[in-house]
């Protein structure tokens, strides 16, 4: 993922405004030529005589108190009772579970009917293998092709063909709790790492937790550890550079980003025994009031929001770092996304529910006060729609977006980017020199050069 696809995803981020709110994606669904009646929301009416189907649906939506997991919920629900012979069979997981199952999944050609992907370098090796169904024919059907913002589907498009179909758009933020910052005497969001430091010491100092994190999930650590990256090297392209032979990661940039976050683990910032908390315990250590902070993808606004520290909790962008970066210049997070087995034995039908999934996705987040991040398109005002001051706090960072980076596991080679995400997690339980952390990433790369 280069430069130009992050410039790209700018211009995706540049369209999300202040006013969202929802297009009649459910409602103005065409009726089908086949396959009987349509409801309001696109289903189809199917005949008592249709075969019985079971579609396994793989998710990465554990946690029943957030709006995502009530919306898969509803829409799932909604879709059985309208077609009898379908069963929609959840296998939900959390983040990294989801990716090794899908691993060994994919190693047998046993991918389940709906998976999980994330985009580009990630999802390529499945398409590579001929395990994903192109789903241009389904995107046709009813407009759902349209209610995609702007270029954001060729983050998982290969060869003209679109593979898959994401559930957001975010930017990463720093959050945090406004009681907990008063308890601690800290009057000011921080905008120099220094600060964002020694505000981690006060806070750990007064017996608060600064930085909610559950490493075991590494990605975790790597996305905070980029936003560094981000700053130190001055601007977005640092990954691209080493791709294209101009930087090594043995380059300043990088063994600054290794001392700053290792100072942030040496200093007490993240729970204790953090590789052994998943990604939904860490961020309940935020959600119950329990840390300060949380530097997360803007997709949490919804969940906060549903949460016990609702109405207490602020967003801020990453500070500068050295003198270096601009604060809205963001991690940026094209969604994980919703593919379908090439080898389903359900091929038809799994397409009819994804379709309907998808065109009322968009309309049940939207109601569950999740409308924040989402990649479908969204038209009104989130203030008349009943949205939280942080909701709209988050959304207003979208307008100042001038650029950023994509994640470190989207951008480069699976082999490489599961070095990083172990050398990173090490970090947590151990310090290493850092131009020892930059070799690793060098032989990494250099050994599982494309």
Same mark, same amino acid.
């Given at each position: 993922?280069?430069?130009?696809?992050?410039?790209?995803?700018?211009?995706?981020?540049?369209?999300?405004?202040?006013?969202?709110?929802?297009?009649?994606?459910?409602?103005?669904?065409?009726?089908?030529?086949?396959?009987?009646?349509?409801?309001?929301?696109?289903?189809?009416?199917?005949?008592?005589?249709?075969?019985?189907?079971?579609?396994?649906?793989?998710?990465?939506?554990?946690?029943?108190?957030?709006?995502?997991?009530?919306?898969?919920?509803?829409?799932?629900?909604?879709?059985?009772?309208?077609?009898?012979?379908?069963?929609? !069979?959840?296998?939900?997981?959390?983040?990294?579970?989801?990716?090794?199952?899908?691993?060994?999944?994919?190693?047998?050609?046993?991918?389940?009917?709906?998976?999980?992907?994330?985009?580009?370098?990630?999802?390529?090796?499945?398409?590579?293998?001929?395990?994903?169904?192109?789903?241009?024919?389904?995107?046709?059907?009813?407009?759902?092709?349209?209610?995609?913002?702007?270029?954001?589907?060729?983050?998982?498009?290969?060869?003209?063909?679109?593979?898959?179909?994401?559930?957001?758009?975010?930017? !990463?933020?720093?959050?945090?709790?406004?009681?907990?910052?008063?308890?601690?005497?800290?009057?000011?969001?921080?905008?120099?790492?220094?600060?964002?430091?020694?505000?981690?010491?006060?806070?750990?100092?007064?017996?608060?937790?600064?930085?909610?994190?559950?490493?075991?999930?590494?990605?975790?650590?790597?996305?905070?550890?980029?936003?560094?990256?981000?700053?130190?090297?001055?601007?977005?392209?640092?990954?691209?550079?080493?791709?294209?032979?101009?930087?090594?990661?043995?380059?300043?940039?990088?063994?600054?980003?290794?001392?700053?976050?290792?100072?942030?683990?040496?200093?007490?910032?993240?729970?204790?025994?953090?590789?052994?908390?998943?990604?939904?315990?860490?961020?309940?250590?935020?959600?119950?009031?329990?840390?300060?902070?949380?530097?997360?993808?803007?997709?949490?606004?919804?969940?906060?929001?549903?949460?016990?520290?609702?109405?207490?909790?602020?967003?801020?962008?990453?500070?500068?770092?050295?003198?270096?970066?601009?604060?809205?210049?963001?991690?940026?997070?094209?969604?994980?996304?919703?593919?379908?087995?090439?080898?389903?034995?359900?091929?038809?039908?799994?397409?009819?529910?994804?379709?309907?999934?998808?065109?009322?996705?968009?309309?049940?987040?939207?109601?569950?006060?999740?409308?924040?991040?989402?990649?479908?398109?969204?038209?009104?005002?989130?203030?008349?729609?009943?949205?939280?001051?942080?909701?709209?706090?988050?959304?207003?960072?979208?307008?100042?977006?001038?650029?950023?980076?994509?994640?470190?596991?989207?951008?480069?080679?699976?082999?490489?980017?599961?070095?990083?995400?172990?050398?990173?997690?090490?970090?947590?339980?151990?310090?290493?020199?850092?131009?020892?952390?930059?070799?690793?990433?060098?032989?990494?790369?250099?050994?599982?050069?494309?």
């Amino acid at each position: 993922m280069g430069k130009r696809k992050a410039i790209k995803l700018l211009a995706l981020i540049l369209t999300m405004t202040m006013a969202l709110g929802l297009t009649a994606c459910g409602n103005n669904a065409k009726n089908g030529e086949a396959g009987g009646e349509k409801t309001e929301g696109g289903a189809e009416v199917q005949s008592s005589n249709d075969k019985k189907v079971t579609i396994t649906f793989q998710n990465i939506y554990p946690d029943p108190t957030t709006p995502s997991y009530k919306t898969l919920n509803e829409l799932v629900a909604e879709y059985e009772a309208d077609h009898p012979n379908i069963h929609i !069979e959840l296998d939900t997981l959390n983040t990294d579970q989801q990716k090794v199952k899908l691993k060994t999944q994919a190693a047998s050609k046993e991918v389940p009917d709906i998976t999980i992907v994330n985009p580009s370098a990630q999802m390529k090796p499945f398409v590579d293998a001929g395990l994903l169904a192109p789903l241009n024919d389904m995107l046709d059907q009813n407009g759902l092709k349209d209610t995609y913002q702007s270029g954001l589907l060729d983050y998982y498009s290969f060869d003209g063909n679109i593979y898959a179909l994401p559930d957001g758009n975010n930017i !990463e933020v720093v959050y945090y709790n406004k009681e907990l910052f008063e308890q601690a005497g800290i009057a000011k969001v921080q905008t120099t790492f220094d600060e964002f430091l020694a505000d981690v010491k006060t806070l750990k100092e007064k017996g608060i937790t600064p930085l909610a994190i559950g490493e075991k999930d590494s990605w975790t650590g790597s996305f905070l550890f980029m936003n560094i990256l981000l700053r130190t090297n001055g601007g977005p392209g640092f990954l691209q550079d080493v791709m294209d032979g101009k930087k090594t990661f043995e380059d300043p940039a990088f063994i600054e980003a290794v001392d700053c976050f290792q100072e942030l683990v040496q200093a007490g910032a993240f729970p204790d025994g953090a590789t052994s908390i998943d990604a939904n315990a860490g961020g309940n250590i935020f959600k119950t009031g329990q840390a300060a902070m949380w530097v997360i993808g803007s997709w949490e606004t919804g969940a906060i929001d549903a949460s016990s520290v609702a109405g207490k909790v602020g967003a801020f962008q990453f500070p500068t770092v050295n003198g270096k970066g601009d604060p809205n210049e963001f991690m940026l997070a094209p969604g994980s996304a919703f593919a379908i087995s090439a080898n389903s034995e359900h091929l038809q039908e799994t397409k009819d529910f994804l379709n309907f999934f998808a065109l009322n996705f968009p309309k049940k987040q939207f109601e569950l006060k999740n409308a924040v991040g989402l990649g479908q398109k969204v038209d009104g005002d989130l203030k008349a729609a009943g949205y939280s001051d942080l909701a709209i706090e988050v959304a207003g960072l979208f307008n100042n977006v001038k650029g950023g980076d994509l994640a470190f596991d989207n951008t480069m080679n699976p082999a490489t980017a599961q070095v990083h995400l172990s050398s990173i997690q090490n970090l947590f339980v151990q310090k290493v020199e850092s131009t020892q952390v930059a070799k690793e990433h060098q032989a990494a790369f250099e050994a599982n050069k494309e």
